[in-house]
């Protein structure tokens, strides 16, 4: 899940300024607290439907600022397995998963489960 608001803002230097830059993970302080707000809302709801599904399995919230291939690599240090999603794709040729599962199946420290959905 990814979040950032699209307005800008005029910083102290006069300049203006992305309220974040996703690729460093860095977000101006003034964003922080109504954009983790909003992620972990969004977050929330999204879970709710497989919470209900599925309510013997725990799931721990949590939301974290940067890339996912990272976060989740660094996260593989405390799983016992690691699940991720790859779309189903009908070409013969060409890359079968994405730059987040090509980075946790390289680099994750625990097991990882590759699950495809359309």
Same mark, same amino acid.
């Given at each position: 899940m990814r979040a950032c608001p699209a307005h800008r803002s005029i910083g102290r230097d006069g300049h203006d300024h992305p309220p974040c830059d996703r690729r460093r993970g860095i977000v101006a302080p003034e964003f922080d607290a109504e954009l983790?707000?909003?992620?972990?809302?969004?977050?929330?709801?999204?879970?709710?439907?497989?919470?209900?599904?599925?309510?013997? #399995?725990?799931? @721990?919230e949590q939301t974290v600022i940067g890339g996912a291939g990272s976060n989740l690599v660094d996260a593989s240090r405390d799983a016992a397995l690691v699940v991720v999603g790859r779309r189903t794709r009908h070409a013969q040729f060409g890359t079968h998963i994405g730059p987040v599962t090509h980075a946790v199946l390289h680099h994750a420290t625990a097991p990882v489960a #590759?699950?495809? @959905?359309?």
């Open positions: 983790t707000a909003q992620v972990r809302h969004e977050l929330s709801d999204v879970l709710r439907s497989w919470r209900t599904k599925f309510p013997g #399995v725990e799931v @721990h #590759v699950v495809p @959905h359309d």
